[in-house]
């Protein structure tokens, strides 16, 4: 029971820093979204596909958080987006408090949205608000069509799915139909993409929401 | 601080009862095994498979973790092996105390290989000793080459590698001689096996080795 307690202790700490990095995006303008994943699902490559369509747009800036190494923000800095990297050492996902520490390095007067990268994890991060305006979980087709039913929490707590690797579907044991239906029962507000960045299909429908949910500055 | 503190406590109540299990293990002359991947790397399938492969030549029992529903022990128990399903609510990984608890409904007189598939994780699970001789973590093509190096800590804690879903690696973009080199970089005494639950590939040898590893009795 004690360990209730200690939890509910974090968490309550956590959604008191979340509230305020809320703040700050609101007083900003900006769009913050929360992408989270199993390990290899391809957030990153998704989040490279992503920026090269709408960086020339939207001003952009990025968070990246890993359990160990800055690979991830190095291949975002690559595409001359603005990326701080979060390295966890050991920690599961990021929390409220390290991510109002990196907005400390990011000039938000003139970002119009925010993507945060989470650990790779399909647990953990599911109960730790950032701040952000939407969790985004992105789903590999790899992975089977269970995923939904066994991991709800997550699927529960995201507004958008991505059913990503749909260029693999020919290769798994996935029935694309039985991942949405599956994620829709749980969570029947979700809003649903379909995209390989293998193929390029559906990164401009994602992209066209994440510029319609995007305000002018 | 203090979070660091209340952490140390629960890992060492958990390190205390995986001792305890540890100890029935060894009075059975049980080899146990702890099996630990991202979600849908393919841990179940694999788990079939090597069901299917050994049931007939060894006793074999299964503890399933699942964060939620108990879909796995229902493909185990379809192959006529005993299966303990631990259903975790949301905990992001199994602890020897609920091990100890499902070993309870087991009759471990008669066993002598137990495979326990953790919740799907591939970082909270590294830190958590359940008891078992050693922990085995597959790595699907599909996540990459690089998770090694992002989630060093679980390849550092395992003793054996399984390089699962190897026929998809014509459409993938991994190279598996850099995901091998990357996870001995973090541990060079892993012990490595290649598999596919489609072409069966690799489940042979993965078989051999556990069949080697399973005292007679």
């Known amino acids: 029971m004690s360990v209730i307690t200690i939890e509910r202790k974090i968490l309550e700490k956590n959604d008191e820093v979340a509230s305020q990095n809320r703040e700050v995006f609101l007083h900003h303008g900006i769009f913050a979204i ?15 596909r992503t920026l090269t369509h709408i960086k020339d747009t939207i ?6 958080g890993d359990v160990q190494t800055d690979l ?3 291949r975002v800095s690559a595409l001359g987006v603005p990326a701080v990297q979060i390295v966890t050492k050991g920690g599961c996902h990021l929390e409220a408090p390290l991510v109002k520490e990196a907005l400390a ?17 399909l647990v953990c991060p599911a109960n730790y608000d950032l701040g952000e305006a939407v969790k985004v979980v ?9 995923k939904p039913l066994k991991y709800p929490t997550m699927f529960r707590n995201a507004s958008v799915m991505i059913i990503n690797k749909v260029d693999l579907l020919p290769y798994v044991d996935c029935k694309i ?14 809003k649903v993409f379909e995209t390989s960045c293998v193929t390029n299909a559906g990164v401009t429908e994602w992209c066209d929401w994440l510029e319609k949910n995007t305000r002018k500055k």
Chains 1, 2 share one sequence.
């Not at 001003?59 to 990246?64: R, T």
């Not at 007067?109 to 994890?121: A, D, K, P, R, T």
């Not at 139909?177 to 969570?187: E, G």
């Open 34 to 48: 929360n992408i989270v994943s199993s390990p290899g699902a391809g957030k990153t490559s998704l989040l490279e």
């Open 105 to 121: 390095s990011v000039d938000l007067s003139n970002v119009q949205l925010l993507i945060i990268e989470n650990v790779g994890n």
């Open 138 to 146: 992105v789903a590999s087709v790899t992975e089977g069509d269970d």
């Open 72 to 74: 991830d923000a190095q």
């Open 59 to 64: 001003n952009v800036a990025v968070i990246e």
């Open 177 to 190: 139909d039985v991942l949405r239906q599956n994620a829709l029962s749980v969570n029947p507000l979700l």
